[in-house]
């Protein structure tokens, strides 16, 4: 989904060489990751203690490390969390060999956790990051704690009609189309079919937080790579379902060791409800929430039952505790 904010932000230094400034919540950071051809933005929740676990959350199509800034909020008593935003997306620039597969995102976040030495981590994937994380998990098990996947885009043999348009994306020459059909559009037009499209109940937007997505839609689609991250990071969704053996995203799935909870909702128009109980039986000794009100992104819309259902995984996994940190931070 394209980047919505949520209410109660105040703007910060422009980050990198992006146009505007960014948004982050109250008591939120923001740094930036430099690796060899790799430049990523980090969104920093300081935990309410010091010998938290880390986690690391990982967003949708379209969306940025800011549809994850309610969630890890509720759980800055339970990890040290941090949200990156995807090469292309939110803050991060493009990926210098411009490869949006789903794979290189797996390698992207796979680098960056190596780099920053904070694994394992509860990592966390909505839609297209539930994609990146499944394979993040399945290759790197060392990396990852627990997993947990809201709406995770894993492959269907029959897509809802409502997101055939996101997947036609994928298709050479389209995004050219959809530039030329909706350039009459506003960015308050595009954002509230964002938000109809993603959520189950689009009235759960404050007034403000439309306001920010709104200004963050503008900025967006301001970037001169906006188009072909989107496109490019559809055809690697697509690509993604095709693939078949050992790097097909469901035998993988079948490959991960870490305890696992599965969020899907009712309302889902882009990742079927349907796919709910095929992706229990994938992930072994799984969990899943199914929240019939919610939509694509349960963690916006509904954060405390999301939270509340992490927070039972770990006890009931004995997964919350750091292994590197005691309880007074001292290793």
Known sequence: MSSTELPGVRSTAELSSQTGAARVAEGEQLRTAVLPGLELSVRVRPPLRTGLPPALFVHGLGGSSQNWSDLMARLADTVDGEALDLPG??????????????????????RHLDAAGRGPVHLFGNSLGG??????????????????????????LRVQKSAVPTALLAVPGMAALFGRLTQGLSAEQRTRGVTELCYGDPSRVTPEGFRNAVEEMERRMALPYFWEAMTRSSRGI??????????????QAQRVLAP????????????SYRMAHKAASAFRGSRLLCMPEAGHVAMMEYPEAVAAAFRELLSDTGTGESDRYTEDGRG
């Open 260 to 271: 696992s909870l599965l969020v899907y909702g009712g309302r889902d128009q882009l990742v």
């Open 89 to 110: 997306f939110g803050w991060s620039p493009p990926p210098a060999d411009r490869d949006y597969s789903v794979t290189a995102f797996a390698r992207a976040v796979i």
């Open 238 to 251: 697509v690509d993604a379902y095709t693939l078949g053996g050992q790097h097909g995203l469901w035998r």
């Open 131 to 156: 994609a990146v994380s499944t394979r993040v998990a399945a290759v790197r098990p060392d990396l990852v704690r627990t997993l947990t996947l809201v709406s995770p885009a894993l492959p269907e």
